[in-house]
């Protein structure tokens, strides 16, 4: 089991609030990344930071934004919630496994519903 | 455009028979192909990594093949059980670590029935 955790897992608010969704890796990896997952559907990349202070938009536009203090945390926040942003997230982090491949490791998933 | 396509989109199998999960990409360049398994409600979990040297490599019960000429892949898992019940996912890079992309396919949900 990886050591990489998030909170909440569920999340039900209502349109227009503010929402943080944590995410914590004790593993001391550089990388970190945060995908949005739909019921059925591939992963998409909205978020990866490959260090304190370094954060990049991912493949899929978002209108999250996230930040890296620490090498150990990377949330994620929405500063007004739509049901739009119903969805599931997953934060993951990876370290180098050989020179051209990395092991990521997923956290459980924060579950967010926006009424 | 490069796409990971998997089938069959969901499968339900009886426990303890075999069965066997397709991946096509058109991902280029190539540089390593993953299966992960994710259990419902959990984030994914790697199963096996494969190089473009590599034609297959195994994880206990699960043997994943690479054919990175006709750019096909396989996850073949034997005496299934119970808790195989999940959805498993192929994934494409198309660097190494540091620069590569990561291409997710939708998935195939296998379902183990006692």
């Known amino acids: 089991e990886a050591d990489i955790y998030q909170t909440p897992r569920y999340l039900v608010i209502g349109t227009g609030k503010k929402i943080t969704l944590e995410c914590s890796q004790t593993?001391?990896?550089?990388?970190m990344y945060w995908y949005q997952q739909d019921p059925g559907m591939e992963l998409h990349l909205i978020h990866y930071?490959?260090?304190?202070?370094?954060?990049e938009k991912g493949d899929l536009s978002s209108e999250s934004t996230v930040s890296r203090i620490r090498t150990e945390h990377f949330p994620l926040t929405l500063e007004s919630a739509r049901p739009s942003h119903t969805s599931q997230y997953l934060c993951a982090s990876s370290e180098p496994r050989t020179e051209i491949t990395d092991t990521q490791y997923f956290g459980p998933g924060t579950r967010l519903t926006v009424l | 455009k490069n796409q990971v396509e998997q089938s069959p989109q969901s499968l339900i199998i009886l426990e303890g028979k075999n069965c066997t999960l397709q991946?096509?990409?058109?991902?280029?360049?190539?540089?390593?192909l993953r299966w992960y398994k994710q259990d419902t409600g959990r984030g994914p979990v790697s199963l096996t990594i494969?190089?473009?040297?590599?034609n297959t490599k195994s994880n206990g019960r699960y043997t994943a093949t690479l054919d990175a000429d006709t750019k096909q892949s396989s996850l073949h898992i034997t005496a299934s059980q119970l808790s195989d019940s999940a959805s498993y996912i192929c994934?494409?890079?198309?660097?190494?670590?540091?620069?590569?992309?990561?291409?997710f396919g939708r998935g195939t949900q296998l379902t183990v029935w006692p």
């Open positions: 991946c096509n990409y058109t991902v280029s360049p190539f540089s390593n």
């Open positions: 994934v494409v890079s198309d660097r190494g670590s540091t620069l590569g992309r990561l291409y």
């Open positions: 593993m001391g990896h550089d990388k």
């Open positions: 930071s490959y260090g304190v202070n370094s954060t």
């Open positions: 494969m190089t473009f040297s590599e």
